[in-house]
C-alpha cells in the first residue's frame, strides 16, 4: 500500500483527472484520437477543400463551374442518366430482395447461399464488367441459351448500353440490398410474429401489421445505401455502357473533367453535386422515416 | 417465420426459390464464362472453345507484368491492414467505452466515409493528393484507401468490444491490472477473433477497391483490379482470352482471402455489421 | 491458513457524494467501518448501494467528500492501486483464462512468483471447495462453482476489503442459502472485512454483522440486524424489513413515545418513532406475523377476508377494510373467504411514522 497517498498532500473533493473522467474524458478517450485526426485530414479536409476549389473555376466568376453544369446538357442530363439508372436498380433489388429474405429466413443452411451471393460483391464491379462483356454479348451464353430455348430469333442487344450497366447493377447491388436486408429480417424477434399468429393473424397480416412497420426504418436504410452505391456507378458504366451516350453518368463527368481536362476545379463542383444529389435522396428517405417506428425491433433489449 | 402449408404459399415460395435460382445461375455463370474463356483457345460463335490451353496465363502474366502488380497489390493491402487496424481497434475501443461530449458527431464522421461512395469523395481526395504530391506514389494509394478502411473497422469493432462485459475490464483493473497489463491479459486475447475478422474483411474489400486505387495510383502504384480496368478499358489492344486470364488470377487472389475470411466471418458482415440471430 | 489478509483499523466514508444524473446519485454518505466487520449495503435498486460500493472499489469517482483507510485517502487511487477484492453480480469471471489462470490474476498482475501463485491458488482452491476444477474454464462451471471462483480470485490477493456486489442475484433459491453460509464461513475463517450489496433483507438480516439501508442516494438507518428488524427508522425501512402493512391515519393523540391513530375511524395504537404532531398524517406499520385474528387485545380491526394461502405451519391471509384498506395477516387455521373477521396487533409491535416527504429525488 506505498501507492497510498498520504493525508496531507490531497485536499477534499476529487482531482483533476477524475473530474474529466467523470465528463467522459480520461486516457481512454483519448485513444480516438489518432483515427479523428486521420479522418479530418483525409476525409474531411479534402471535402472542404473540393468544396471551395469549386468556386475557384479556371475562368469566369465564382459560380462559373456550376453554371457550366446546368447550362450544358453533356454535363447536366447525367444527373438525369444517373438518377434513371440508379432509381429503378434500387426499386427492383429492394423488391426482390424483401421476399426473398422472408424466405432465406426459414433456411438451416443460409451460409451457402449468402457466401454465394457475397461472390459479386467481392470481386467487385470491374470482374463483372467483364465477365458480363462476355457472357451477355452476341455470342455469350445468355443469348445462346434464349435462342435454343426458342423465347428470341435475334441475340438481344445486353452490352454496351443501357441494359448492360443495369444488368451489372443488378449483379452486385442485389447481394449487397439482400444481405442488409437479411440482417434486419432476422433482427426480429420471431415471437413477435407467433404472438400475431396466435391473435389471428394471418401470413398476410402478420407481414403487414407487423413485419413491415417493425422494419421500415430497415428498409429505408437499405433503400440509401443501396442507391447511393447505385448511383455512384463508375467502371461498369464506362465499360458495359455508352459512356458516351445513355450511360454517361455523372462520376464520368466528375472523372474526366479532373483526369483528362485536369479541371480539377470543375472535377470538384462535379463530384459536389453528385455528393449533393445523394445527400438529397437520402435525406429525403431518411426524413419520411420519422413517421415510421424507430425503437428494438426484438422486444428485449438489443 | 411461420411456415404455411397452403396451396398459395408454396406457390409463393417456388416463385421466390426459381428467382433466386435464375440470380445463382446467371451469377455463376457469368464467372464460368471469364473461367472458360481464359483457357480456349478460340471462342467465337460456338457453345464451348474449339480447344483449351494454358497459354494466355503466361502471356497474360508478361504482358500485364502480373508479377510486379501483384506485389504492389500485396504491399498496399498489408499496410492497409495493419494501419487500419491499428487506428481502428484504438479509437472503437474509446468508443465503445467512453461517453463524452462530440461522440455522436465523432461517429458521424466515421460512418461517412462507409456512407458515401469512394468515388464521390474520392475526386476531392484525388485532388488534394495531387496538391500534395502523394498521388500516384505507393503511400498515396495506402492512405487513400485507409480513408474508408479506418472507419470499417471502427464500426466492426465496436459492437464486438461493447459485448465484453465492461465488469470484467472493471474485475481486472480491481485486482491490479494497469492499462497496458489490461490490454495484454484481457482486451487483447478476448478481442483477437473480432480484430481478425474485421481485418480480414478489410483485406477483402481492399485488394477489391477500384475507385480510389483508381483515382490515385500511378503506373508504378497500380493494383491488380486497376490494371484489370485499364486492361478491359483497352480491350482489342489485346485478345480477350489474356484479359480473362487476368481476370482469373484476380479472382484466385480475391477469393483465396475470401475463403479463409469466411472461417471466422458470417458473409453477411461483409455487407452489413449487424449480427446475425442463431437459426431457431 | 496462510492466505493472511492485510489489517487495518477502519474505512470511512466521508460525506462522500455522487452527481451523475439523477439516478444512482450519492448525498453525503458517511459511514465507518471496523475491521472484521460483515456490512451489508441494503436497499432497493436505483438506491445507490452499488454506486457507494464502485466508489470504494474506485470503478467510479467521486465527485465529493472522501475515503480514507486509516489515515490514507484512497478515492483519487486508480481501482488497481487500491488492492481490494471484488466479488461482482455477475462474477465477471475472464472468459479466456481457466479457473486456476482466474484466481492466480491478482497475484500475477502484483508480479508475485509463479510457484507462490500456484501455493496460494491452492489454499484459495481449498477454502472454496473447488479442487479438481482448476483446468476449466468459466463457461464450463456451474452458477455456484462460477460463483466460488470470483470469491477465491477476490480473497487470494489478501485484500484488506473485500466487496461483494449481489454475489448471489444470480443463483437458484437453493443454491443462494448455501453461498450465503459459504460465504460467511469464509469471512470468519479468513477474519475479513466485507461490504456486502444486497437488495434481499433475509440476505442481509442473516449475513451482516451492521446493516446500511440506503435510499435515494441517502443513509437512512444504520444498525445490527435486530435493531433494523425491530426499530425501523423510517417507514421506507420498515417497508424494506416486513412491515407490509401500512395504515395511513391522522394523529389524534401523541404522550409517552406512543401514538393513537385515526384510521378510517378505527383507533390504532403504537409506538411512535418519528416526531409526531396531533393532526398531521402519520402511519401504522404492523407486520403480518403481528396481525393475527381476535379482538380481545387492542387495536381490533373489521375485515372481509380474500385470500387465504397455506405456508406450512400457519396460514397468510389477505384482507381489506371497509373503507378499502389491505392487510396481510398470520391465521393458525384456515378462514372462510369472504367472512368477516377481526384482526388485532398488540400495540408494542405496532409502529407509527410520520409521512415520509415527497419529491426527493
Known sequence: MEAIASTAHVDHGPNLRQRLAAKGFDAVTLLVVPAAIFSLLLFVYPFAFGFILSFEPKSGGWLANYQRFFSDSYFYDTIANTLGLSVPVTLLNLLLAVPVSFRVRLMRRQRLLTTILVLPITLGTVLVAEGLLNYLGPQGWFNRTLITLGFIDQPLRLVHNYWGVFASLVITGFPFTFLLTLSYVTGIDPALEQAAATLGANAWQRFFHVYLPLLMPGFAITFCLSFVQAFSVFPSAVLLGEPAGSTRVISIAAYQAAFEEYDYSMASSVAMIMGFVQLAIVVLVLASRGLFYRGPASGAKG | MIRDTTLGAKLWAVAVWSLVGFFVINLLAMIATVVTSSFATRWLGTWLPLGWTTRWYSSAWSEFQLWDVLIVTFQVVGLVVLLSGALGVTAAYALARRDFPGKRLLVLLFLLPLLIPPITFGIPLATVLYRTGLAGTFWGVVVANLVPTVPFVILVMIPFIEQIDPKIEAAARVFGANTFKLFIHVLLPLLLPGILAALLLVLVRTIAMFELTFLVAGPTSQTLVVALYYAVFAAGVRAVQSIDAMAVVYMATTLVWLVIALRFVNPTQIVTRAKQQPAH | ?361
Not at chain 3, 498482475?109 to 477454502?127: C, T
Not at chain 3, 455456484?144 to 473485500?162: F, M, N, S, W
Request: proline share 4%.
Open chain 3, 1 to 361: 491458513m496462510t492466505i493472511a489478509l492485510s489489517q487495518f483499523n477502519e474505512v470511512r466514508l466521508d460525506r462522500v457524494s455522487r452527481e451523475f444524473g439523477a439516478l444512482n446519485a450519492l448525498r453525503d454518505v458517511s459511514l465507518t467501518i471496523q475491521r472484521r466487520e460483515f456490512i451489508a449495503l441494503l436497499g432497493p435498486s436505483g438506491c445507490g448501494k452499488s454506486t457507494t460500493l464502485n466508489c470504494i472499489a474506485g470503478l467510479l469517482p467521486v465527485t465529493g467528500g472522501a475515503i480514507w483507510l486509516d489515515k490514507n485517502r484512497i478515492d483519487t487511487l486508480r481501482p488497481e492501486e487500491r488492492g481490494f477484492g471484488m466479488v461482482f453480480q455477475n462474477y465477471a469471471l475472464f472468459p479466456h483464462l481457466n479457473v486456476r489462470q482466474n484466481i492466480g490474476f491478482g497475484l500475477k498482475m502484483r508480479g508475485i512468483p509463479r510457484a507462490e501463485i500456484d501455493r496460494k491458488v491452492n489454499e484459495a482452491l481449498s477454502l472454496v471447495h473447488l479442487h479438481g476444477q482448476e483446468n476449466k474454464l468459466p463457461g464450463q462451471l456451474s452458477g455456484g462453482q462460477q460463483q466460488r471462483v470470483a470469491i477465491a480470485r477476490a480473497i487470494v490477493i489478501e485484500p484488506p476489503l473485500v466487496l461483494m456486489d449481489e454475489p448471489l442475484s444470480n443463483l437458484d433459491a437453493k443454491l443462494r442459502l448455501e453461498m450465503r453460509a459459504e460465504i460467511r464461513r469464509i469471512h470468519n475463517e479468513l477474519g475479513a472485512t466485507t461490504i456486502y450489496v444486497t437488495h434481499d433483507q433475509d440476505e442481509a438480516l442473516s449475513l451482516a454483522d451492521r446493516i446500511v439501508v440506503l435510499r435515494d442516494g441517502v443513509v437512512r438507518q444504520v444498525g445490527t440486524p435486530k435493531e433494523l428488524y425491530e426499530g425501523p427508522a423510517h417507514l421506507d425501512v420498515a417497508d424494506f424489513m416486513g412491515f407490509r402493512n401500512r395504515l395511513k391515519g391522522n394523529v389524534v393523540a401523541v404522550e409517552n413515545g406512543r401514538a393513537l391513530l385515526d384510521v378510517e375511524g378505527m383507533r390504532i395504537s403504537g409506538v411512535a418513532r418519528e416526531t409526531l404532531s396531533v393532526g398531521s398524517i402519520a402511519y401504522a406499520a404492523i407486520r403480518p406475523d403481528d396481525l393475527v385474528l381476535g379482538e380481545a387485545g387492542g387495536n381490533a380491526l373489521q375485515v372481509r377476508v380474500d385470500t387465504i394461502e397455506y405456508r406450512g405451519r400457519e396460514f397468510v391471509g389477505t384482507a381489506h377494510s371497509e373503507g378499502g384498506l389491505d392487510f396481510v395477516f398470520r391465521a393458525h387455521q384456515p378462514v372462510e373467504l369472504g367472512s368477516t373477521v377481526h384482526l388485532q396487533a398488540d400495540d408494542q409491535r405496532v409502529l407509527v411514522f410520520a409521512e415520509p416527504i415527497k419529491g426527493r429525488k
